[in-house]
Nanobody, 125 residues
Framework: QVQLVESGGGLVQAGGSLRLSCVAS????????MAWFRQAPGKERKFVGT???????YYEDSVKGRFTISRDNAKNTVDLQMNSLKPEDTAVYYC???????????????????WGQGTQVTVSS
């Protein structure tokens, strides 16, 4: 079992930055692929980015060059640094984890079986 708790959300002006953090409980964090998803009001939850242990992060196209995912296996944390924020980035952001593996990046929310409670990010124009 893995429990995930996100923090760091808030209100920011367009062009600003926020850093989200997700802390995982349980053992063997390093064995899990971690990801960030987001859900805007009235829309489906969508993939933001993912990172395996020792792997290169993979991002959804609209956040490439603006968002950075990093993880610290010693601290059981995965962070999402968000720069150059846009109003369309407004959403609830979720941290997710899975022990599943496939050679290609895991981008579907059905790939993940552990989820945090979410943290609200609001970007004003």
């Amino acid at each position: 079992q893995v429990q995930l708790v996100e923090s760091g959300g808030g209100l920011v002006q367009a062009g600003g930055s926020l850093r989200l953090s997700c802390v995982a409980s349980g053992r063997a964090f390093r064995l899990y692929t971690m990801a960030w998803f987001r859900q805007a009001p009235g829309k489906e939850r969508k993939f933001v980015g993912t990172i395996r242990s020792g792997g290169i992060p993979y991002y959804e196209d609209s956040v490439k060059g603006r968002f950075t995912i990093s993880r610290d296996n010693a601290k059981n944390t995965v962070d999402l640094q968000m720069n150059s924020l846009k109003p369309e980035d407004t959403a609830v952001y979720y941290c997710a984890a899975t022990s599943a593996y496939q050679p290609t990046p895991l981008v579907a929310d059905s790939n993940y079986n552990y989820w945090g409670q979410g943290t609200q990010v609001t970007v004003s124009s």
